[in-house]
């Protein structure tokens, strides 16, 4: 039976290995870490349930779902508490709510932007405008900040567009590509003319996702995004996951490719890389020189997460909706707060809080490097002047992602065409994961779902689909 090689088991590579496993296909996941999952891990400590990286997919894309499905995982879905529901934005040294039906960062009501004191007048007025501004001619890529200030203007980019869009992709707007972060919105520009008069359309029409379901705009699972791993695992069967075995080079074979780590050699028909496009270029380094020229531009930033735990009357203030996040012209050491045990149920134990905050991404990267004791301090320093946050944390945790998180620059989507291009003459060999067509967790599903359906092509002799 003709063998396959998934190199690395983020979630991109599980989600390969279940569509493989239901065609019948024999494969290996093969991953560096002591453990399978990448980014999704779940620390549990005293009760409480600690992301280390995401803690929640976007139901609207729905392969996470199909995913969940497929491993039967759906009775642990576990939606939003949306009696709590609330974006807060800090601006000017304090925390404004993020106007109802501002979607992303398209106003698609006209009341709660008029009261809303996040945005001045001017800024209001301009923001209103966009309906009248005419789409742009070509639909060619264009940076996150020049996309909005032209729609919206520059205070919408300053407080909404960019703390809620480049702040999550760790991105800076000035070099952030629109198109291929929200392909929609240029969509959107094109076909209606105007974001808020699509945006508004669509709200009409509803979401299919969550409008047929019990599902809240962000989702995850109840002991956490962890557990998809080990379901995932489980139904892959452990003993087709291997770790702590690191692949440093794939070679061409007399049949298929051979796969060195270390001192060891092993041959498979074929093969997926699901690493880090950093990590990819290495591997492919001398087989194939000019992809792996192609997979060198994509830049990557750090980010640190860094949770808190309270017993709640210690925490001397009122937490206003989920969290917070902060506009980078505030010139602040934290990039958002999260208060996870009130966004969800089953993250802390009855009477305790759940606080998780982020540093790093596209501003104050260097904090990443800091110590713990030194994050951990800024951190709770940040909180105390933003939310009134004292007291002393039962523990503490510091998750730190180094060169973790691709960044896609304008013109990334042509780059990731000239890396397809040049994969052409490699039969049998894919590549997957957050490098290339979507860094959140759907888009990883679904580009491990498409490497399973290119490789199963090529093992039944039917070439690239
Ligand atoms: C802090 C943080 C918060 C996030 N929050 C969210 C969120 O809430 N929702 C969301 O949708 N997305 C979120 N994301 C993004 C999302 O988690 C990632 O983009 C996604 O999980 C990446 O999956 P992947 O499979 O592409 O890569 P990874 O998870 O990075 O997996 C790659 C794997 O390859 C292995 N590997 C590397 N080199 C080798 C080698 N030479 N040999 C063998 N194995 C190797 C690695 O050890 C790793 O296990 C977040 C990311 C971070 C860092």
Partial sequence: MKKVAIVGSGISALACAVALKEEGVDFTVIEKDRAAGGKLLTEKVDGFVVEAGPDSFLPEKPWTLDLIRKVGLEDQLLATNEERKGTYIYSQ??????????????PTMFMPLARSRLISLPGKIRMGMEA?????????????AGFVTRRLGRECLEKIAEPLVAGIHTSDPQDMSVQAVFPRFLEMERKSGSLIR???????????????RKLTYFMSLKEGMQQLVDRCVAFVGEERVRTSCEVTEVRPAPVGYELLAGSERMVFDAVVLATPAYVTQGVL???????ADRLSPIAWSSTATISLAFAAPH???????FGFIVPRVEARRINAASWSSIKWSFRAPPGSLLIRSFVGGGQNGELVSRDDKDLVRIVREELREIAGITGEPLFTRV???????????????????????????????????????????????????????????????????
């Fill in 285 to 291: 380094g001398r087989m194939a020189p000019a992809l």
């Fill in 198 to 212: 699509a945006m508004v359309k669509a709200m009409k029409k509803g979401t299919p996702a969550t409008q047929s």
């Fill in 315 to 321: 925490v001397q203030a009122h937490l206003p909706g």
């Fill in 93 to 106: 040294g304090r925390l404004h709510r993020l106007p109802e039906g501002v979607m992303l960062m398209v």
């Fill in 132 to 144: 009248f501004i005419p789409g742009k001619a070509n639909g060619s890529d264009e940076s996150l």
């Fill in 399 to 465: 998750h730190r992602w180094t060169g973790s998180m691709p960044r896609y620059t304008v013109g990334h989507l042509d780059r990731v065409g000239a890396v397809d291009d040049a994969l052409e003459p490699y039969p049998g060999l894919a590549l997957t994961g957050c490098s290339y067509r979507g860094i959140g967790i759907g888009d990883c599903v679904r580009s491990g779902f498409e490497a399973a359906r290119k490789i199963g092509a090529f093992l039944q002799g039917r070439g690239n689909p």
